[in-house]
């Protein structure tokens, strides 16, 4: 099963500045992989999704980027503003297996 | 985009007691519905799939007996924590698929607190 830790990991940064989120997942045949934002008691919400054949994909103000040879995903976030505070997952999938999710970053934004 | 609900919201039940948890598609036919568990601090860790009309696929270390889970339509399922204890309190999210397979779609969560 996943190891997991009693702290998630917390990046601080300016508002205005830009985020940057990192991942490294597991499954070398992984091929569809999703950021989501979680916000305190409520579920995951779907922020930006990239497929194996690519390695970069950009969103509104976020870019995911995927680095299959050393099986590395990151997150980068524009500008980030104070709404963008919350925990931040990558999860993974091969085929139409269920999503597994990464330990999860927590995104502290300080005015 | 697709609506996944969950009834209730925040539920406290005695330890020994059972409860219910639903999950709802909201505006597609979810032929495969998946359940997780987090706790505090923690991420997401699947607990079982399900596709309808079948028996759920359990992971490893979860209890199908404890854990009864039913998914007799496309667009409901549900989770049963039978004889609930303490350790069992946590953040209980469905997730749901439909016929495209390929997204998945969460529900806000279900807080059980178990006393």
């Known amino acids: 099963g996943e190891s997991v830790g009693l702290h998630l990991p917390t990046l601080s940064v300016q508002e205005g500045d830009n985020s940057i989120i990192n991942c490294a997942y597991s499954n070398s045949a992984s091929d569809y992989f999703i950021w989501y934002k979680q916000e305190s008691g409520k579920g995951p919400q779907f922020i930006i999704d990239i497929r194996s054949n690519m390695d970069k994909r950009q969103g509104q103000r976020v870019t995911v980027l995927l680095n299959k040879t050393v099986k590395h995903l990151s997150l980068q976030i524009a500008a980030t503003q104070p709404g963008d505070s919350a925990v931040y997952f990558c999860?993974?999938?091969?085929?139409?297996?269920?999503?597994?999710f990464g330990k999860g970053t927590r995104l502290s934004v300080i005015a | 985009g697709a609506v996944v609900s969950q009834h209730p919201s925040r539920v406290i039940c005695k330890s020994g007691t059972s409860v219910k948890i639903e999950c709802r598609s909201l505006d597609f036919q979810a032929t495969t519905m998946f359940w997780y568990r987090q706790f505090p601090k923690q991420s997401l860790m699947l607990m079982a799939t399900?596709?309808?009309?079948?028996?759920?696929?359990?992971e490893q270390g979860v209890e199908k007996d404890k854990f009864l889970i039913n998914h007799a339509s496309l667009t409901l399922s549900t989770l049963t924590v039978t004889s609930a204890h303490p350790e069992d309190s946590s953040f209980y999210i469905c997730s749901a698929s439909g016929p495209a397979a390929y997204e998945q779609y969460f529900g806000p969560g279900t807080r059980l607190t178990v006393t």
């Open positions: 399900s596709n309808e009309g079948s028996k759920a696929t359990y």
């Open positions: 999860a993974e999938r091969r085929g139409n297996t269920p999503l597994v």
